[in-house]
């Protein structure tokens, strides 16, 4: 393996050990804002044909009334408190849900995460990360991409992340829609300040998803993939033969419509930071500077010279700290100012 790759990998997981937790026994319920749907009721009926190149919710061919959210485990710690749900809202595509809520905040403000494809949903287990996450009272909600670990199953082992581009990155920006639609339903969370953290892959799906979804207050998104026609032919992400496949123009043109660069310009989110690290491996140079130009507002776009010039910020900052600068109440950002 290229020891920058491995290395980018450790640092990007920054786990600690799983602390041991209690588990509540599975509780199911199936939930459909408006139409609630019971568990005795009839099998959902979810929507097979998805549009993968329409990226608003409205457009994508789901059936967004019903979804089912199973309760798998709850683990209560003195900081916080950890569900396990598996949602669902497509055919044969069951979904691992964490939602951390901090003890002592009455409908905290909640950050989303979602991390490159290559990474699984262990770190939403990590007590060590959780504490961290739910810091200031703020929600945590994590889940794993379309094509991610997790959501592997049921086809050719040929087939990734990139090989299904398009269904990747639109699977899972409607993805991020019915998660808020989720998280609404639930009535704890302050739909009004949602932040939204993300690297990699999964920050390239967060940029689209910011696009179309307004309830997306703040975004960081760090090492976002983009740029495709350059990224596709020069990341070393690519096996050396599958290259050419995903050079031709029958690929390109699928996933044309689905580019970050093109929806950068366009985002209206409250407050956004597109974080570089420069000798980051897996995204080209040139992709780095298409994704750092369309960036409309030249403070949002903030470059590391390497990994240790990255690492030095965030452990000052913590990995969602300036999202929950940016998403604090006029109160508490008043009070901070004072005491400054």
Known sequence: ?????????????LTTTVSRSQEVSPTPMVTAPPAAVQPEDVVPRFSQNEDWSALPLAKSGLNTDTYVAVVLSKTEQPEYTRELLRVQWR???????????PHGATKPPAILYLYDFRFDTDRFRDDGWCKRAVQGGFAAVGFGSALSRQRFHSRPMKEWFVSELQEALGESTHDVQM???????RGDIDMNRIGMFAQGSGGAIALLAAAVDPRIRVLDVLNPWGDWP?????????????????????????????????????LHVKALRVEQIMDEPITPQSAKDKL????????????YKDASAHLAVWRVNGISGWIREQLASPVAQASKDLTR
Do not use: C, H
């Open 1 to 13: 393996m290229n020891p920058k790759l491995l290395a980018f990998g450790l640092l990007l997981t």
């Open 91 to 101: 055919a044969a595509d069951p979904i691992d849900l964490y939602v951390v809520l």
């Open 179 to 185: 998660v808020l639609n989720y998280v609404a339903s």
């Open 292 to 303: 750092s130009a369309a960036v409309t507002s030249p403070d949002s776009a903030v470059r």
């Open 230 to 266: 350059d990224w596709l032919k020069e990341s070393p992400q690519i096996p050396v033969d599958e290259r050419s496949t995903y050079l031709e123009p029958q690929f390109l043109s699928k996933v044309a419509a689905l580019d970050p660069v093109s929806y950068l310009p366009q």
